[in-house]
């Protein structure tokens, strides 16, 4: 079976750009994660959806960042203006009874 | 605010060494997690535990919940070069799914 795909692996964009970060959950998943980590504070959760809707976004740093869930299986994460301080590894993860399962991750720099 | 607080946040060790890595919250937890994250990847579930007091053995790890559900430990036996990584708690609260990192443990068996 697939694992949680996220796309891309690496951007490395310029500060003002808009950043797009895609997630596919595994099938069958019914809550998906959004994270954020980086070196300094580690492992932080953005934002977690339960059947497509928006449960819980307050680990969203401000009106820059939105995410969306239209469908059981894609997600985005985007990021208008991007700045340097958003430069991080996001991570999507989606989750069933047994556990919670990661993605590869999405390496984002903002120069 | 970081709810759990592992340590130590580094460790360096021989191979064959035992070794215990603590997670430490305030608050109480409905279950919590512990996790392994290699380089460039994301994070991998290794065991999920769930009664105050459980205690869960993979292998040469041995996972335990404490008591009042607000502590773990993840106890090492003769470890391996293969155990080297970044070791994540993780809990759940009552109520929702809003699954919550620890500050982590970096941890490396020298051959």
């Known amino acids: 079976d697939a694992g949680v795909i996220q796309s891309p692996r690496h951007e490395v964009t310029e500060m003002g750009q808009e950043v797009t970060l895609r997630c596919k959950p595994i099938s069958g998943h019914n809550s998906l994660f959004w994270y954020r980590q980086t070196m300094m504070r580690g492992l932080e959760l953005l934002i977690y959806?339960?059947?497509?809707?928006?449960?819980?976004d307050s680990g969203m740093p401000e009106d820059r960042f939105s995410a969306k869930m239209p469908n059981a299986s894609f997600s985005t994460l985007k990021i208008q203006p991007s700045e340097p301080r958003d430069s991080a590894v996001y991570f999507c993860?989606?989750?069933?009874?047994?556990?919670?399962?990661f993605g590869e991750g999405s390496r984002l720099t903002v120069l | 605010t970081q709810l759990l607080e592992q340590s130590p946040q580094f460790l360096s060790i021989q191979e064959g060494e035992n070794l215990t890595v603590y997670c430490n919250s305030s608050?109480?937890?409905?279950?919590l997690q512990w996790y392994r994250q290699e380089p460039g990847e994301g994070p991998v579930l290794l065991v999920t535990v769930v009664t105050g007091g459980e205690v869960k053995k993979l292998k040469r790890l041995t996972f335990q919940f404490g008591d009042a559900r607000k502590d773990s430990s993840l106890h090492i036996t003769a470890a391996q070069p293969g155990d080297t990584g970044l070791y994540l708690c993780a809990g759940v609260p009552f109520g929702n799914e809003k699954l919550t990192f620890g500050t982590g443990t970096r941890l490396t068996i020298i051959p």
């Open positions: 993860a989606s989750a069933r009874v047994a556990g919670v399962f």
């Open positions: 959806f339960n059947n497509n809707v928006p449960i819980d």
């Open positions: 608050s109480v937890f409905s279950s």
